[in-house]
């Protein structure tokens, strides 16, 4: 009798912390969403023209009232959302609503303070941390032009660029004009790119614009830009 009591009490906590773990790991993915989706939007709206979208988006103004604050959002879904927020207070500190005021209007410092959030609530559930964001060059165009494609790119201040050889390499990236503390010659590419799906990288800290080339096709117009904000 005392043993199966014994069993029972167990087998009630581990239901219960398992329940806890339970809606903690729900309301911490529900809000990853939320910030994803938020960061999503704000790039829709500040770096639409940057990435060559036809479409026009409007940002509400930042520091707005919002009619729905992120935590109502989530008890709206279901019960179990609400009811696993109210067992878990630590979650309603992770607001993208707040992490945007403090933010400021720019695209680059509103997705930077979304992507420190989405960390922290990832952190919260043992996810993997979130990729930073960067961007793609082609070296050669899928038709087989000498050109980098994107030819201009816009991202923010600790970006990584990668660009992969893609038609008749090889290809080198070669910096011509750069911000202030850059180092052109030191920063380039040391050697070629030959392979089809071989990539280089290069982080790029410092705002300004970049200018860059490919040393064999430059007199066939192979030249790019980055603008860092």
Known sequence: MHSNG????????????GTQYGKRGIVVAAL???????????????????????????????????????SQALRSVSPILSDALDTNPEALKLDPEAALDKAGADFCSRRNALGRAAAAAAAMIGA??????????????????LAFEP??????????????MNKNGPHNVLFSEAPD???????????????VGST????????????????PHKSGGMVGSITVN
């Not at 280089?200 to 040393?215: E, R, V």
């Open 200 to 215: 280089w990288s290069k982080k790029l800290d410092i705002a300004g614009t970049y200018d860059y080339l490919c040393q």
């Open 32 to 70: 990853v969403g939320m910030l994803v989706g938020a960061l999503c939007l704000a790039g829709a709206s500040s770096l639409g023209p940057a990435v060559n979208s036809t479409r026009k988006f409007a940002a509400a103004p930042v520091g707005a009232p919002s009619r729905t604050s992120a």
């Open 151 to 164: 030819k201009d790119i816009t991202v923010c201040a600790g970006d990584t660029v990668t660009w992969t």
């Open 6 to 17: 014994l069993e029972c009490a167990i087998g009630d906590q581990n239901t219960y912390q």
């Open 128 to 145: 993997p941390a979130l990729v930073s964001a960067g961007a793609t060059v082609k070296m050669g165009t899928d038709s087989g032009a």
């Open 181 to 195: 503390g850059f180092e052109t010659d030191d920063e380039s590419m040391e050697g070629y790119l030959s392979e």
